[in-house]
């Protein structure tokens, strides 16, 4: 396994999304697991426009999303669960969501992506 970490700074022109480009463009990935802190619609209208429809219908996703502080926004969880072949489990949220001000038990702040493809398995 290779593995590559990255940190994203203002000057530095890698970011989250060009990231998982690049890592998308090595392989043709058939399962992605992704970790991520929390979901927005504007993320996720980025990462459609970055990906596009093609990613949907050819690769199975799971995803763990954290809910931590309310920053979550469920509009995105909603729409993550109605695209094809998507898997979405919220971290520790059965805790989170009773918990005012959504305070967690411990930070949850990924921002992870596994991708596998046939010759993996």
Sequence with gaps: ??????????????????ELRRIRDLVEATESLSLFAYATQSGLAAF????G???WSSTA???LIGIDYGRTQPQAIRALCEKPNSTVR????????????????????PCLLYTSDAADE
Excluded: C, I, K
């Design 1 to 18: 396994m290779n593995t590559e970490l990255f940190v994203q700074q203002g000057l530095n022109p890698t970011t989250t999304l060009s």
């Design 90 to 109: 919220v971290y520790d949220g059965s805790w989170v969501v009773d918990q005012a001000g959504f305070l967690p038990r411990r930070d949850f702040h």
């Design 61 to 63: 996703t799971r995803w």
């Design 48 to 51: 459609d426009l970055e990906f």
């Design 53 to 55: 429809n093609d990613f």
